[in-house]
């Protein structure tokens, strides 16, 4: 070990040796000394074995605290995770208050759909019904006025059977009566034929009987 007691400048109490970083070895190197110097060394020699056993000590104290953390600094991290964790809360927070929105707005999307549909439905159902309704009432005008045309068809009718029934009788009649006047021609002349028969016969007779 080549060190000097002049640089090292050690002080001869108990006190405290700062290591590297904020870490602090607490250490009685005096007490040390004197107990060196009590063994057969001498001060300078005693001074630069506890000077050595010192480095010695916070290399092996660098070497566990390398893969330590201080209280300071796992506060910090702590810190930091929370503070990390926190900003996750508040992107969540963002995030479902943007999609509550986007659902939300996609819901009053959907709802505006359907009461246009529901809308055009209704039209539609207006505009069938409508339709339906003139063509029910253009169908029974029709259906009325072929009622009425077939009503006048049938009084015409009626009014020609009632006028051929009419003539009918009327010829009938005339046939009867020319029937009637040809029989009471008939008789009559069957009646004089027989007024003259019985004259010729009479005047027969009368002539034979004059005789």
Known sequence: LSLSAGCLQLEHRRGEFTCSGNRKLYFDTHALVCLLEENGFTTQ?????????VKIMEANMDIVYKDMVTKVQQEITLQQIMSKIANVKKD?????K???SALRAENEKIKLELHQLKQQVM????????DTKLDFNLEKSRVKELYSLNEKKLLELRTEIVELHAQQD???????????TEVAGLKTM???????TIKY???ELFCILSV
């Open 45 to 53: 020699q005693a001074e630069i074995i506890v000077s050595a056993l």
């Open 92 to 96: 969540m927070i963002i995030l479902e």
């Open 98 to 100: 943007s999609e509550f």
């Open 123 to 130: 039209d539609e159902m207006i505009k069938v019904r409508t």
């Open 170 to 180: 009327r010829a009938l009649t005339q046939t009867d009566r020319k029937i009637e």
């Open 190 to 196: 069957l009646e004089a034929h027989k007024l003259d």
């Open 201 to 203: 016969l009479a005047g």
